[in-house]
């Protein structure tokens, strides 16, 4: 693929609330496009997320939603040899392959972890060429390449770095079908997944457990300084907010697509998702000038969540 013909989805266009999400979901997203198919279609598995008592639900694909809408098959690959050895062989077979490597490496990260810090990040890697040394991949929000010594420590190549490093976690996509097979019946297989996903709704409403724990855990937050409530922040607020913009995008998509009107929870999922973000800038400025913060909107994304889901199943009902 060509770095610079490439052109990302759309839901990572410049007029979104979160332009990244979390690091599976982006970079399958885009492979998804790449394939030629359109990932809109295989969102429902947001809606379901929940507080999960110290955290909001790492959310990712369902390996199931990917075979029954695309027939993208993933399997876990045992990295027994040489990293990029097994990448080589997969995708010169032509499975792109979805493995962990250091951020510190990636250049596509410059300005933030590259040769700077040390975090893992799933990327799917199409193109090897290991006598160049040259690596397409996908990461975050597009496609790019790496050469050189990038090459060599991302994939550690001269060996692992010390003895107790562990071997990242691989996986491999087969595709069993192509882009028109799967068209000609994706809005009716979306609505399965989205009918299946309603079925594992939160028993409760999410935000009101998080709502009691987010303001038992503030004290411990303000107190931990700003480098403890980036951690804090992604793994609650840019986590729902991030998911629940891809739910607004799902349901727009859902109702261009179908009789129903779901434009209703799709605002109220968009104005949760706007709401994450400007909490999160308001807690930020609460830990760096030890200040307190409303907690009120809240219980507005309460009642905005509980309104959608119950438009949902309304029109879902009558489908």
């Known amino acids: 693929m060509d770095v610079q013909a490439y052109r990302p989805h759309a839901i990572h266009g410049a007029d979104r609330i979160w332009a990244e999400t979390n690091c599976y979901v982006d ?10 198919f359109e990932p809109i279609a295989a969102l429902p598995f ?10 909001w639900t790492f959310f990712k694909f369902p390996p199931f939603d990917l075979f029954d809408l695309y027939g993208l098959e993933l399997q876990e690959l045992n990295p027994w040899n040489n990293l990029a050895e097994h990448i080589e062989t997969q995708v010169s077979l032509g499975r792109p392959v979805l493995v962990e490597l250091d951020s510190c490496y990636l250049p596509d990260t410059q300005g933030t972890t590259y040769r700077h810090e040390h975090v893992k990040s799933t990327v799917a890697v199409n193109f090897i060429d290991r006598q160049q040394k040259r690596l397409g991949y996908f990461h975050g929000q597009s496609y790019y390449e790496l050469d050189g010594d990038d090459f060599d420590l991302v994939l550690q190549t001269e060996g692992l770095v010390h003895e107790r490093m562990l071997p990242p976690y691989i996986e491999l996509v087969k595709c069993h079908r192509t882009a028109e097979e799967a068209n000609a019946a994706l809005v009716e297989r979306s609505i399965d997944a989205l009918r299946r ?6 028993a409760s409403n999410p935000f009101s457990s998080f709502a009691v724990q987010f303001e038992k855990q503030l004290p411990d937050i303000k107190a931990k300084g700003l480098e403890h409530f980036h951690q804090y922040s992604f793994a609650t607020l840019r986590q729902f907010g991030a ?25 109220n999922f968009l104005d949760i998702s706007q709401g994450a973000k400007t909490l999160q800038f308001q807690l930020a400025r609460a830990v760096a000038r030890n200040r307190d913060i409303d907690l009120r909107p809240l219980q507005v994304m309460a009642e905005l969540w509980q309104q959608a889901i119950d438009s949902i199943k309304t029109q879902v009902a009558a489908l």
């Open 27 to 36: 970079v399958v997203l885009e492979l998804i496009h790449a394939l030629g």
């Open 46 to 55: 947001t809606l379901s997320i929940s507080y999960e008592g110290d955290q």
């Open 197 to 202: 996903q309603l079925r594992y709704l939160p």
């Open 243 to 267: 998911c629940y913009e891809l739910s607004a995008t799902y349901l727009k998509w859902l109702t261009e697509k179908t009789s129903k009107d779901f434009s209703l929870a799709e605002q």
